[in-house]
């Protein structure tokens, strides 16, 4: 048998590599809160969308935008954001995110996002 030589084919063969599977749209949501891509967030949502808070209730993407703005250059500008959960149909996702800062301080969120295609048309968000 001419092992050596079968293995050195089998090594210099031009393997296509594993193709990444396609970011779900969490996976999307939590990649733009980390990398602050606070465009590619509005874009997420509907022209009409509304966000909801306890403290008030937003609607359309230049009021969307500036909420996130705010939320990530003011209220959290060193946090990061993970993933916890999520559950959902086409029409209505669930999820679970949290929000860590520096030192180790943790904030768990759980929100309804209303969908229409792939785009936000209502979302309730849990943080304050």
């Known amino acids: 048998l001419k ?3 079968i293995w050195q084919a089998i090594s210099n063969y031009n393997w296509v590599g594993i193709p990444q599977p396609e970011l779900q749209f969490y996976d999307l949501f939590i990649k733009f809160l980390n990398s602050r891509t ?3 967030l509005v874009n997420l949502y509907s022209d009409n969308a509304v966000l909801v808070t306890s403290k008030k209730t937003i609607q359309g993407k230049n009021a969307i ?3 996130y703005t705010a939320l990530l250059n003011t209220t959290y500008p060193t946090a ?5 959960s ?3 149909s086409a029409v209505t996702k669930s999820f679970k995110w949290r929000i860590t800062v520096p030192g180790g301080t943790s904030l768990l969120l759980e929100d309804t996002l209303g969908m ?5 048309t209502y979302h309730y968000c849990s943080l304050q």
């Open 3 to 5: 092992l050596p030589e």
């Open 38 to 40: 606070i465009s590619s």
């Open 65 to 67: 935008n500036g909420w």
């Open 80 to 84: 990061s954001f993970t993933l916890e």
């Open 86 to 88: 999520c559950t959902g």
């Open 116 to 120: 229409q295609g792939t785009k936000i």
